[in-house]
């Protein structure tokens, strides 16, 4: 067993960020988003499954071709290859965790 709290991640950018291979190891990690309106995630992709649930406002993602808004008490899933971005597009606060069914953050930017 293995206890962690969150002020105990390192917040990064708008996110705390939960390394599995750092705590435990453990085969996941995860994203705390906490966001501003207006933030984004430049397109970008991961060799692995994401799986993003969103807790507080939306956020609206590209995906591939496509554009899909997701409010709270929804959940995105990206699979793995897929290109995907996303902006806080509402007016208040984006508070979603982004699990990436992988040990460590592998990214692969497609946008400067």
């Known amino acids: ?17 939960f390394v599995g ?3 435990g190891p453990t085969g996941i990690s995860f994203f705390l988003v906490n966001s501003e309106p207006g933030r984004r995630v430049r397109l970008h992709t991961h060799d692995y499954d994401e799986v993003v649930h969103v807790i507080e406002g939306q956020s609206t993602w590209t995906i591939g071709t496509q554009q899909v808004t997701a409010r709270a008490g929804d959940t995105v ?18 508070r ?7 040990p460590t953050f592998e990214t692969t930017w497609l946008e400067d």
Do not use: C, R, T, W
Not at 1 to 17: D, I, K, N, R, T
Not at 96 to 102: K, Y
């Open 1 to 17: 067993m293995h206890l962690v709290h969150q002020s105990a991640l390192p917040f990064v950018g708008m996110s705390y960020e």
């Open 21 to 23: 291979k750092d705590q």
């Open 77 to 94: 899933v990206v699979h793995a290859g897929e290109p995907h971005g996303f902006v806080n597009s509402g007016e208040g606060q984006l």
């Open 96 to 102: 979603q965790i982004d699990i990436h069914l992988h």
